[in-house]
């Protein structure tokens, strides 16, 4: 049905039994189809390179913290000086990937970004720890009784 009406508008025969299209004046030449219009696909455009870089960014912070709650535990277990225990957990926290949760968490115990003001709550700071990471594990609930 479409098609008889471009040959009318295109061709004005209502017939289509008229002469050619040449004969007429009308152009044959064909329209660009959907084909040959450049498309950017969203992977090529980097649409989804946010969604991507979300994905491993929380992998990182998880992946730091979950680190830090190891050191702070293996920290625990040391019998030595506050000073000899404090150093050691400071070396090894230096190396973890710093992201803006973990540093909270961490100056709120008196870390200045390489070593702790003072002793920290090994307790306290390993329970500050755990909660972001118990949040993230909590699974919601879906739907049922």
């Not at 039994?17 to 660009?32: E, P, Y």
């Not at 008196?110 to 720890?129: A, H, I, K, S, V």
Request: with cysteine.
């Amino acid at each position: 049905m479409l098609g008889d009406i471009t040959n009318v508008v295109a061709l004005r025969d209502i017939t289509n039994a008229g002469g050619s299209a040449a004969k007429l004046g009308v152009s044959t030449k064909a329209c660009r189809g959907f084909d040959s219009v450049p498309t950017i696909s969203y992977r090529h455009a980097g649409h989804d390179l946010p969604l991507f870089s979300d994905v491993q960014a929380k992998r990182a912070r998880r992946c730091a913290l979950e680190e830090a709650i190891a050191t702070v535990q293996d920290s625990l277990l040391s019998t030595g000086l506050d000073s000899e225990w404090t150093s050691v957990l400071a070396e090894r926290l230096v190396f973890l990937d710093s992201n803006s949760e973990l540093n909270v968490i961490l100056r709120v115990h008196g870390w200045n970004g390489t070593q702790f003001c003072g002793p920290p709550d090994r307790e306290q700071l390993l329970l500050d720890l755990r909660k972001p990471v118990a949040h993230w594990r909590a699974r919601p609930r879906r739907g049922g009784a």
